[in-house]
C-alpha cells in the first residue's frame, strides 16, 4: 500500500482541455510536493505546498493543498501537448525526512 | 552545473553477480535517496540518509546495502543481484523538506 495514492493512473485528454490530478492519503504532512518527469530523466520539481488550504498557480498549472495537510490536487488549464509528462506527489512520512512518492499519473495531451 | 551524478547508466547483470551504483551531488545537501522506479509504482525509496554518517531503509531495503562515504557520494551496493531488481534506479538529494534533485538514473537489467 502506497503513503500517497495518486488518482487517475492514466489520463489522455485532447489538447485545449483542462484536467485535474489527485494525490490522497490518510497521513498529515508537513508539507507536499509536486514533481514532472519526462521519458529517460529524472522528476523535476513544480511546486511545494505548505500551508493547509494553500493555493499556489503556477502559469497554468494551479496546486491546492488540503485543509488537513493529507490531500493535494493539481489542475492544468487548457492543457498543451508539452504537458505530457508522469506528475509525481511526494511528501515527508515523518520519519526522519524519509521522501516517499505515488505512484504518479501519467498524462497524455493529444494535439 | 553537475547537481547530482550517478553512474552508471545503463547495466545489465547476470543473477547473483554484484555490482555498485554511485552517486554524488554538489550541491552541499545534508540528505541523500535511492529509489528504484518500475512501471505503475511510481517512485519506491530503498534506503536514504538524512546526514553524513547515517542511513536507514525505506520501503524496499531487501537486497540492497547503502554507504554514505562522505557528504558528497552515497553507494548502493546489489551483493547477489535477481531478476526482481531490474529497474531503474535513481539517486537524490536535498535539504529537509526541500526540493529533491535527481540524477539521470541507471536502467539496470538482470538476467
Known amino acids: 500500500t502506497q503513503l500517497l495514492e495518486q488518482s487517475p493512473q492514466f489520463l489522455s485528454i485532447q489538447e485545449g482541455e483542462n484536467l485535474t490530478v489527485y494525490c490522497n492519503s490518510s497521513s498529515v504532512f508537513s508539507s507536499l510536493q509536486w514533481y514532472r518527469q519526462e521519458p529517460g530523466e529524472g522528476p523535476v520539481l513544480l511546486v511545494t505546498v505548505v500551508t493547509g488550504g494553500e493555493v499556489k498557480k503556477l502559469k497554468r498549472l494551479t496546486f491546492q493543498f488540503g485543509d488537513a495537510r493529507k490531500d493535494s490536487s493539481l489542475h492544468i488549464t487548457a492543457a498543451q501537448t508539452g504537458d505530457t509528462g508522469l506528475y509525481l506527489c511526494a511528501g515527508d512520512s515523518g520519519n526522519n525526512n524519509d521522501m516517499r512518492f505515488g505512484a504518479g499519473t501519467r498524462l497524455t495531451v493529444k494535439p | 552545473n553537475a547537481g547530482v551524478t550517478q553512474t552508471p547508466k545503463f547495466q545489465v547483470l547476470k543473477t547473483g553477480q554484484s555490482m555498485t551504483l554511485q552517486c554524488a551531488q554538489d550541491?552541499?545537501?545534508?540528505?541523500m535517496y535511492w529509489y528504484r522506479q518500475d512501471p505503475g509504482m511510481g517512485l519506491r525509496l530503498i534506503y536514504y540518509s538524512a546526514s553524513e554518517g547515517t542511513t536507514d531503509k525505506g520501503e524496499v531495503p531487501n537486497g540492497y546495502n547503502v554507504s554514505r562515504l562522505n557528504k558528497r557520494e552515497f553507494s548502493l551496493r546489489l551483493e547477489s543481484a535477481a531478476p526482481s531488481q531490474t529497474s531503474v534506479y535513481f539517486c537524490?538529494?536535498?535539504?529537509?523538506?526541500?526540493?529533491?534533485?535527481f540524477g539521470q538514473g541507471t536502467r539496470l537489467t538482470v538476467v
Open positions: 550541491m552541499n545537501h545534508n540528505s
Open positions: 537524490a538529494s536535498s535539504e529537509l523538506g526541500a526540493e529533491a534533485f
